[in-house]
């Protein structure tokens, strides 16, 4: 089949690769516009237009997928299908029904499960035990279209929302490419997702992401996992705002006051609404993340302070 892929981060490189090396063909790539990144605020490609740039496919950067130039192009493209991975704007009815078959959303959840913009960092914020990826019709609510596949992975205890995302990327790829294979072959089978077991998954903000030490240490752990790599769990010390990688509870740990830190000689810890944590890495504002031990050594952290 003719495919125009539409995604725009490094999530969904794995995908487009993936397509690239199937028997489909490849004939251009949607993404957002260069947007201004670093320092000095520089125009940057997104991670799928500067693939599709080294590749020489054609790369389309709409500013909205409503204008006009770009649905003449793409009804010019005559694409098949348009497989569809963390694009990033809303595509409207009347881009929908350009490619015969549609567009094809791979989505890193379990739907109806986590509809939304952050699936895996809602799913590992909540607890789940069990995630994955669907392969899902689009249209126009919110990941509500039929789905055509899904893949299962099993979250582990220490598992950060990076860890989960990089694992589906690749899991998802491969299930992607496999739906696209049987619409080609006529053997697809869309089912209507159920209407119980829907959940939303916002955008997890900055606000999300400050720590709640009033919370038991298991609650904590899943906010720092669900945060980690972004937006980037956060607490303030003296003040100042740092930010922490994953913790770890120590059931067996000492009776301390939420937010109450204890220095030890090879760890630090800090006190929850159950068991304490010990804290991982800890990055100061302007500075390096480091463990925890080395940072408490050098910023002259002393016990019975208080994270806020």
């Excluded at 963390?86 to 959303?105: D, I, K, Q």
């Excluded at 298991?218 to 607490?235: L, Y």
């Excluded at 944590?277 to 463990?291: D, I, N, Q, S």
């Amino acid at each position: 089949m003719r495919l125009v892929f539409a995604g725009t981060p490094a999530v969904a490189v794995p995908a487009l690769a993936a397509i690239a090396a199937s028997s489909h063909d490849l004939i251009a790539v949607v993404t957002r516009p260069d947007a201004p990144a670093g320092r000095g605020r520089r125009l940057v490609r997104s991670p799928v237009g500067a693939w599709a740039d080294e590749r020489g496919v054609e790369v389309l950067t709409p500013r909205r997928p409503r204008e006009p130039e770009f649905l003449d192009r793409l009804t010019a493209l005559a694409p098949d299908c348009a497989p569809v991975v963390a694009y990033g704007a809303l595509v409207p009815p009347v881009a929908l029904a350009v490619p015969t078959h549609g567009w094809l959303n791979l989505h890193f959840s379990l739907l109806p499960a986590w509809r939304g913009a952050a699936p895996v960092q809602h799913a590992v914020l909540h607890g789940d035990e069990v995630t994955g990826a669907s392969v899902f019709q689009l249209e126009e609510g919110l990941d509500t279209g039929p789905v055509y596949g899904t893949v299962t992975d099993e979250i582990a205890p220490t598992d950060t929302a990076g860890d989960l995302l990089e694992r589906l990327a690749h899991s998802g790829a491969q299930l992607l490419v496999a739906v696209l294979d049987a619409i080609a072959a006529g053997t697809a089978r869309a089912v209507p997702q159920p209407g119980d077991g829907v959940s939303l998954a916002p955008k997890l903000t900055v606000e999300d992401a400050q720590l709640r030490w009033g919370d038991p240490a298991f609650a904590v752990d899943r906010r720092v996992r669900a945060c980690t790599p972004a937006p980037g769990a956060w607490t303030t010390w003296r003040d100042e705002r740092v930010k922490l990688g994953p913790v770890r509870p120590v059931p067996d740990g000492p009776d301390l006051k939420p937010g109450e830190l204890l220095v030890e000689r090879n760890r630090l810890l800090a006190g929850t609404a159950s068991v304490p944590v010990a804290l991982g890495e800890v990055r100061a504002a302007g500075k390096k993340a480091m463990p925890a031990a080395d940072w408490a050594r050098g910023a002259r952290v002393t016990t019975g302070e208080f994270l806020r």
